[in-house]
């Protein structure tokens, strides 16, 4: 064998070598097995919601101020395994930004951060009315029930802007956390100067599968092989192809 093709040749047995030290699993799943909450299977998605454990003023006009508030309380504020290492949305709306309903598919169930059913969709959370949730939103990051029952919105009842009344306006919508109807979005008005709590959604969660096991099976072994013969055919093929 000519010296290129025996170059080659240590190129592919060390591109296997490499194949072979990374480990085969499935995809990576974002939803923290700490806050999977009981009896959701996997590959099941679902979102989470807390309310801040401080207050805050509804001065700001900036959305990204409520997402970067939320963020802060999250990753500083709680004890709760995995609640830090994913990233928010304050739910409610500007004048300029529309977050009432900050999910991605609103047939998914919300959860509490201590994995109890709020609403069995998102939909069902804004339809008004005395219909009610499961359980109220009104939990902290760290798990505990907040105290204060008033949270800022800017929303409505139905999930959509209060034209005059959102985030940064005079007067801005609040919602009460400890309530299970239509008041936990919206119950009435107040001056932005005044202070009161935060909701938080997370992203749109799958539930993780269960650990896959260390040992390849046979058809991942197959797959290695199968490439192996690939790369000797194409490193035969370049020596051929240079010997004429």
């Given at each position: ?7 080659g ?14 480990p ?39 959305m990204?101020?409520y ?20 990233t ?22 919300v959860?509490?951060?201590?994995k109890?059913?709020v ?21 902290g ?13 800017g929303?409505?009842?139905a ?17 009460a ?18 202070q009161?709590?935060?909701y ?5 969660l ?5 650990a ?10 197959a ?12 490193g ?9």
């Open positions: 064998m000519s010296l290129i093709f025996i170059r040749y240590r190129r592919m047995l060390v591109l296997l070598a490499s194949l072979l030290l990374i085969i699993s499935g995809l990576a799943l974002d939803a923290p097995a700490s806050l999977v909450p009981a009896g959701v299977s996997p590959g099941s998605q679902f979102y989470l919601i807390f309310t801040t454990s401080s207050s805050y003023y509804a001065a700001s006009t900036d990204s101020t997402d970067n508030t939320v963020n802060a309380e999250a990753q500083s504020g709680s004890s709760l395994p995995g609640v830090g290492s994913l928010w949305k304050a739910l409610g709306a500007t004048s300029a930004v529309d977050q009432c309903k900050p999910f991605i598919d609103l047939t998914k169930p959860y509490t951060v201590t109890v059913l609403s069995s969709t998102a939909t069902a959370m804004f339809l008004g009315g005395a219909t009610g949730l499961s359980n109220a939103p009104g939990v990051p760290n798990g505990t029930t907040v105290i204060q029952n008033a949270a800022w919105t929303c409505n009842t999930g959509s802007p209060d034209t005059g009344n959102e985030l940064g306006a005079g007067n801005t919508s609040r919602g956390p400890l309530q299970t109807n239509f008041f936990w979005i919206r119950i009435g008005t107040s001056g932005s100067g005044d009161f709590k935060l938080a959604v997370s992203p749109l799958t539930a993780p599968s269960p896959p096991s260390a040992v390849p099976t046979l058809s991942e072994w797959q290695l092989m199968l490439a192996l013969m690939v790369m000797m055919l194409i035969w093929h370049f020596h051929r192809e240079r010997s004429y």
